[in-house]
């Protein structure tokens, strides 16, 4: 049992359940960015191009049959093109969410600065101090 509830204190550790959660948004935003690229960004960039989609694009270096291959060897460069595209927009959306998040954390920590600390309330030994001095200068 101790190896078993050694693993749940891993699991359970706050920064694991974080990581996990990272990489389950981080897939969901890969087939988002996959769709924006695919069928929002290529199309456009395609037509503008002559109506030529990337993602087929490939140069064949030996078709099958000649010096005995059994299939076509082929470099499939669309999509590599493709996937740089998405990796750049990626590479963006990232830089923008941690460029906002500086930004409210310098805002945050400006007005935590401006704002002058309340002076703090004189302690009991203070109070006495000053009581006794009073109570001195009237003699």
């Not at 981080?26 to 960015?33: C, L, S």
């Amino acid at each position: 049992m101790g190896m078993l509830s050694e693993f749940r204190d891993f699991a359970m550790r706050g920064n694991v359940v974080d990581m996990a959660v990272g990489v389950i948004i981080g897939g969901a935003f890969g087939k988002i960015v996959t769709t924006l690229v695919d069928k929002v960004m290529m199309p456009p960039i395609g037509y503008a191009t002559g109506g030529v989609d990337f993602k087929d694009k490939s140069f064949t270096l030996v078709k099958s049959g000649e010096a005995g291959a059994k299939a076509d060897v082929v470099i499939g460069w669309g999509a590599f093109v493709n996937d740089v595209i998405q990796f750049l927009i990626v590479a963006f959306c990232l830089f923008l969410v941690i460029k906002v998040m500086n930004e409210a954390k310098k805002r945050f920590e400006k007005e935590k600065v401006a704002a002058p600390a309340a002076p703090a309330a004189p302690s009991k030994t203070e109070l006495l101090l000053g009581e006794i001095r009073d109570l001195m200068a009237k003699r």
